[in-house]
């Protein structure tokens, strides 16, 4: 992650299924509506979980001028992030297996 692994972001995904979904879902523009049909969570967590990936840089507000319909998507530094997460988590799981 640009010659300087944040492991405390790392570590921010992978505590949370919710915002390890989300970031997965974020690969392409979605609102906080269509984030919580598609992973049947509840709107209010949805939007908790996008205030704190934004402030971590981990996705972007495509239009933030709007009160309504706002679009996210995933971060290039969020990409990164989720990736070298999902090592740890696939990791975990091929332990949990054995």
């Avoid at 269509?34 to 939007?47: D, G, P, V």
């Avoid at 840089?57 to 990409?79: A, M």
């Amino acid at each position: 992650m640009n010659k300087v692994t944040n492991w405390d972001d790392i570590s921010f995904i992978i505590s949370s299924r919710y915002r390890c979904k989300i970031l997965k879902e974020l690969k392409n523009p979605k609102t906080p509506s269509q984030l919580s049909n598609t992973l049947s969570i509840n709107k209010t967590h949805i939007s908790r979980a996008l205030t704190e990936l934004i402030d971590k840089k981990l996705i972007n507000c495509l239009t933030p001028n709007h009160r309504k319909g706002r679009l996210y998507v995933i971060s290039n530094y969020g990409i990164k992030v989720l990736e070298k997460s999902l090592t740890f988590t696939n990791n975990k799981e091929a332990l949990r297996n054995n």
